[in-house]
């Protein structure tokens, strides 16, 4: 099946500062890379995503790149700000298992003021 | 109802008891699934419906079942708890096949004793 895995688990920035979270995957059918929010206590929350025949998409701070020969997609936050802390899923999606996300383990940002 | 719903919000279960999940849509979703959440492990998932009368395994079912008699709901039930269920378990939806994103209902926090 799918294996997704995302690096690096624990992050710490400034505020102001660049945020890049990577993430890769294991089969080549996947289509689909959403980026999940998840503030403590919450549940995950949609906040970018790709599908495979793009390379890159952006969000007003938050971009999305793809690399289908190398199977691996990466989030870029800038101008980072504290509400911005919390932890971040990437995830991939094949036509196995109804289209259902296979996710990374998480990344943990911390944004200092 | 707006959006997907579920309940209980938490529960505390001694082991051996048999246990219910709720989980309503209200947006007419055709796909609907149960993911597990577990500290360090991300999400991962247990069973998946791609359409009402339908289900399918994922990557942890053992110990679980489900069913999807109509298209709303799609309750996840624990036949006997064992402590290892300890988990936040979150359902999602998602619209059809052309349509890739999930939205997560609030989580159940489940505690087996």
């Known amino acids: 099946g799918e294996n997704v895995e995302q690096h690096p688990s624990t992050l710490s920035v400034q505020e102001g500062d660049s945020a890049v979270i990577k993430c890769t995957y294991s089969?080549?059918?996947?289509?689909?890379f959403p980026w999940y929010k998840q503030e403590l206590g919450k549940r995950p929350q949609l906040i970018i995503d790709?599908?495979?025949?793009?390379g890159e998409k952006k969000d007003q701070r938050i971009a999305v790149t793809l690399n289908k020969t190398a199977k691996h997609f990466s989030l870029h936050i800038t101008e980072t700000q504290p509400e911005d802390s919390a932890v971040y899923f990437c995830?991939?999606?094949?036509?196995?298992?109804?289209?259902?996300?296979?996710f990374g383990k998480g990344t943990s940002l911390l944004v200092t003021p | 109802i707006a959006g997907i719903t579920q309940a209980p919000t938490s529960q505390i279960l001694a082991a051996g008891r048999r246990m219910t999940l709720r989980c309503t849509q209200d947006?007419?979703?055709?796909?609907m699934y149960w993911y597990r959440q577990d500290l360090g492990l991300g999400l991962r998932l247990i069973h998946y419906?791609?359409?009402?009368?339908?289900?399918g395994k994922g990557e942890v079912p053992d110990g679980y079942s489900v069913s999807r008699a109509n298209t709303d709901d799609f309750p996840l039930t624990l036949a006997s708890a064992v402590p290892s269920q300890t988990s936040v378990y979150f359902c999602?939806?998602?619209?059809?096949?052309?349509?890739?994103?999930?939205?997560f209902g609030p989580g159940t926090r489940l505690t087996v004793l």
């Open positions: 999602a939806s998602r619209r059809d096949y052309s349509y890739n994103e999930q939205f």
């Open positions: 089969d080549s059918a996947s289509n689909y």
């Open positions: 790709i599908r495979s025949n793009v």
């Open positions: 995830a991939a999606s094949t036509p196995n298992s109804g289209y259902a996300l296979n």
């Open positions: 947006m007419r979703h055709n796909a």
């Open positions: 419906s791609n359409t009402a009368g339908t289900t």
